[in-house]
């Protein structure tokens, strides 16, 4: 946000409200909100982990085909209840970014690697209610998803079940795992803290599940500004320690 105003001299300048962060006494819905979001971007930088790890050819965008993924594995590894939550709670992230970026008057980066924030909405919509039409209908209704798009969206689960799902039979191993853990830790605010709560819960769940070629690391630290992203020379996932933070301040 852009608040250094010139300040007359009758006139006191006043200091810019507070940013929003995550508090170690944050609500059951702010809590439930970040950790969503958490997981929804981990499972997209494991998209990109699992593109270098099992050299996977991507015919597009590779942001799309992991953001495909992250949606995928909310509707595989979580109970309804709680898959739709997350559903949610991650198309309001998207939301949410938008809407931060109108507010500062920023255009839509067409340029960029990934697509708009709206278009990831409306995908993640898509690709959800496409796995379970049936009893997604309210889903689809809440969330905006145009008839238009909500016919075809069967079909994109689909094609996201032929590519991923293959993929995920193929590292799928029970009670084999030992190729997800952690490697560096700072957390030094109590977002980084709640994150690191939630990766590492996450991650000992993977590796009781999923078997990967090489060892995969994941890194929680500060990181200057709100991120998280796949590194192939190290073969390891960051997520910086501000991205909870981010969260509170932009949800919805």
């Known amino acids: 946000m852009k608040h250094l105003l010139a300040c007359l001299a009758v006139v006191f300048c006043l200091t810019p409200p507070a940013r929003a962060e995550f508090t170690a006494d944050a609500s059951d819905d702010v809590r439930g909100y970040v950790e969503s979001n958490l997981l929804g971007i981990f499972y997209h930088e494991l998209g990109h982990a699992l593109i270098d790890f099992l050299d996977l050819p991507i015919f597009g965008q590779e942001e799309d085909a ?9 509707d595989a590894f979580w109970e309804e209840e709680s898959a739709v939550q ?4 991650t198309a309001f992230g998207f939301l949410g970014e938008s809407e931060e970026r109108e507010l500062a008057g920023e255009e839509p980066a067409y340029w960029d690697v990934h697509g708009p924030d ?3 909405y409306y995908n993640l919509v898509c690709v959800f209610y496409g796995a379970n039409p049936e009893e997604r209908d309210d ?10 798009r909500a016919e075809y969206c069967p079909d994109e689960y689909d094609q996201a079940n032929d590519s991923w799902g293959a ?5 799928l191993h029970p009670n084999n795992g030992g190729d997800f853990g952690l490697n560096t830790v700072e957390t030094p605010t109590e977002g980084g803290r709640f994150t690191l709560e939630v990766i590492q819960a996450e991650l000992d769940a993977l590796d009781t599940e999923l078997r990967l070629p090489f060892r995969l690391h994941t890194d929680i630290v500060p990181c200057g500004e709100p991120n998280a ?9 960051t997520i910086c320690t501000e991205f909870a933070d981010y969260l509170v301040e932009t949800m919805p």
């Open 167 to 171: 993929v995920l039979d193929d590292v």
């Open 118 to 120: 709206l278009q990831r």
């Open 66 to 74: 992991a953001d495909v993924l992250s949606v995928f594995l909310i």
């Open 86 to 89: 997350m559903a949610y709670d």
């Open 139 to 148: 889903v689809a209704d809440d969330l905006g998803l145009p008839p238009e």
């Open 229 to 237: 992203f796949y590194d192939p020379q190290t073969r390891s996932i």
